[in-house]
């Protein structure tokens, strides 16, 4: 995957309608030597997408389509991080980028540093694993460190990179009993706003993909009161 190459600068496409918001954005990121593409509509964000990106800034509100629909067809693609631009400030609005995919969010209006500093802290928590594959269950559930692969039943799970740092701390550590907080951490670095339902959209969502029935789960336990704990047997290697 083109982040693990150390040398090339990452590649980043951001979608916005807003010309004065682009290319400030565009600006403030190839300052930090990063390649920029922007498109300004939906159409053309999807002809974008034919190639890969390494990170996807996308606006929330496009003149011809919901940025929420092209963050879907990005995830049924690809892990590519997402950070959503959005006026909503809404806990709802929130919830529902995340139910969608997206790993973070920025609202309305922003300063172009803290957005900066939100592509870097998202790129370095994606780019930071081990190369290794995690068993569990009798292989039922493969975690690859590596490529961030995930196999349940030896078919590909498709999972955001922020479910896939969670998953990845649970399966580092069965039997922890991860808090809320400590989730949140993992999750969203420094970004705590909201974060009990929040961590609770992106569990239910890993759930949703892992788990063959959630009331009584093979992998992510719910602690009550606390949060939740990995609950899959590690294999023997
Ligand atoms: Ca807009």
């Known amino acids: ?4 190459d150390t040398d090339q600068k990452e590649s980043i496409l951001v979608v916005e309608d807003e010309k004065k918001i682009s290319e400030i954005v565009r600006a403030y990121l190839e300052k930090e030597g990063y390649q920029v593409r922007v498109a300004q509509t939906g159409q053309e964000a999807l002809g974008c997408l034919k190639e890969r990106y390494d990170l996807i800034i996308l606006d929330l509100m496009l003149p011809d389509m919901q940025g929420e629909d092209i963050c879907r067809v990005v995830r049924e693609n690809s892990d590519t991080p997402v950070i959503m631009l959005t006026a909503k400030s809404g806990e709802e609005d929130r919830i529902r980028g995340l139910g969608i995919g997206a790993d973070d969010y920025v609202v309305k209006p922003f300063s172009p540093r803290e957005l900066v500093a939100r592509v870097k802290a998202l790129l370095r928590r994606t780019g930071k694993t081990k190369k290794k594959v995690l068993s569990f269950n009798r292989a039922a559930l493969l975690i690859n460190a590596g490529d961030r692969e995930v196999t349940l039943g030896g078919k590909p799970v498709i999972v955001t990179p922020t479910e896939f740092r969670i998953l990845m701390s649970f399966a580092e550590n069965p039997g922890r009993i991860f808090s809320r907080d400590r989730l949140a951490t993992i999750a969203q670095g420094f970004d705590f706003e909201g974060y009990d339902r929040t961590i609770d959209a ?8 892992i788990e063959s029935d959630s009331k009584d789960p093979e992998y992510i336990k719910t602690v009550y009161g606390i949060g939740y704990k990995f609950i899959g047997i590690p294999d023997a290697d």
């Open 202 to 209: 992106h569990v239910k969502n890993l759930r949703h993909k």
């Open 1 to 4: 995957m083109t982040f693990m």
